[in-house]
């Protein structure tokens, strides 16, 4: 390999596609404000199994972040979890260590997901949210159900598939998101490129009293915030969970847990 890895640091962003990620341009600022000797890559694959492909090319990869649609995908791939990834069910972190002569290869799976949600959505809480409606059933999603249980939050995940676990849109009743005062979007519907996008929910039913949280944060505000905001419910977008759990997944690579 080049001198180009010989002190430099390298991190990454799996995902497919990364059009919407800004995680790069977020990572590099930092090493440069910080004068850290490192880079931030996107490696956009379409098949979560070109991860090892990835890794061998660029021997001085540290870690990894992971997106849509390969959080659970990933899973098999890894050779350990932490515990919250298991209790999740989803990967947003690889930390990659490389021992021995021939610079084995172990990668550890973490999940950032839940820190970074449950700590950018703590301070809007009211004591009257005690449930919450969760659209969405992939990692992001899990993530969402895990952080709101551990704040002590009932969750119900909204689906477009009928299951056992599930509802959907068109059996949600005005009680029903009357009873649920939190409702976070955990799709990619409304995320950049297609921003014309959204989960049909049934707005009319939103109060001033909900609070409706939206994971995507390009565009800043997503026609699901746009329409929640004309029935007076209180929003936020994923910006600060995005970068809350970019931190820790900084934390991660570098001192091997979250501080």
């Known amino acids: 390999m080049s001198a180009l890895f010989n002190s430099k640091k390298y991190y990454g962003l799996i995902g497919y596609p990364l059009t919407h990620s800004f995680s790069m341009d977020f990572f590099n600022q930092k090493f440069g404000a910080e004068k850290i000797n490192a880079e931030y890559l996107n490696f956009e694959i379409d098949d979560i199994g ?43 972190v690889v930390k990659i260590y490389k021992s021995g002569k021939n610079q084995d290869v172990k990668l550890i799976g973490y999940n950032t997901d839940a820190i970074g949600f449950a700590n950018s959505i703590r301070p809007m809480l009211s004591d009257k949210m005690k449930s919450a409606l969760v659209m969405g059933s992939g990692g992001a999603a899990k993530a969402v159900k895990y952080a709101l249980n551990k704040l002590g939050i009932e969750s119900h995940t909204i689906s477009r598939k009928k299951s056992f676990s599930t509802i959907t849109y068109e059996e949600l009743t005005k009680s029903m998101v009357h009873k649920n005062l939190i409702v976070v979007n955990a799709t990619p519907l409304g995320m950049y490129p297609n921003v014309d996008a959204c989960p049909d929910f049934p707005f009319r039913f939103l109060t001033k009293d909900h609070l409706c949280y939206d994971l995507i944060y390009n565009p800043e505000e997503t026609v699901f915030l746009k329409r929640a905001k004309q029935y007076g419910a209180s929003c936020k977008n994923g910006l600060e969970m995005l970068l809350l759990q970019a931190f820790a997944s900084y934390d991660i690579w570098t001192k091997g847990h979250v501080e």
């Not at 061998?56 to 990834?85: C, F, H, M, R, W």
């Open 50 to 92: 070109k991860l090892m492909e990835v890794i061998s090319e660029y021997p001085e990869l540290n870690g990894l972040n992971v997106t849509s649609p390969y959080k659970q995908a990933i899973i098999p791939y890894l050779d350990e979890l932490d515990e919250t990834a298991k209790g999740i069910g989803a990967v947003n």
